[in-house]
């Protein structure tokens, strides 16, 4: 199983930007998908996350009211909608779904390589 994120770049304070993150592989179903990141010199944070029965979500504070993810089921992906973007967003973003394989009864947690966001004037 693959995660591979897209959409990341540099953009001013502010702006917008939409991150992308595809799973593919031998995937039976997928639960929760979520979206972390990590700046330079700090731990990794979760972001937000949505979950696979209910499709709930779950933001946290620093991004409440400017971010959205969702999720496409039919194309196992989950992406990031990131609005009024600041200077300390600035962080390498992850994804992470939790993935039952073919023939698996238990989830497994994949990273993706992570994707670059640069909130920069």
């Known amino acids: 199983v693959q995660l591979v994120e897209s959409g990341g770049g540099l953009v001013q304070p502010g702006g917008s930007l939409r991150l992308s993150c595809a799973a593919s592989?031998?995937?039976?179903?997928?639960?929760?998908m979520a979206w972390s990141r990590q700046a330079p010199g700090k731990q990794r944070e979760l972001v937000a996350e949505?979950?696979?029965?209910?499709?709930?979500?779950n933001y946290a504070d620093s991004v409440k009211g400017r971010f959205a993810i969702s999720r496409d089921n039919a194309k196992n992906t989950v992406s990031l909608e990131m609005n009024s973007l600041k200077p300390e967003d600035t962080a390498v973003y992850y994804c992470?779904?939790?993935?039952?394989?073919?023939?698996?009864?238990?989830?497994?947690?994949?990273w993706g390589q992570g994707t670059q966001v640069t909130v920069s004037s």
């Open positions: 992470n779904a939790d993935v039952r394989e073919w023939g698996e009864i238990r989830f497994t947690k994949y």
């Open positions: 949505v979950t696979g029965f209910s499709g709930s979500t």
């Open positions: 592989g031998s995937i039976g179903s997928i639960g929760d």
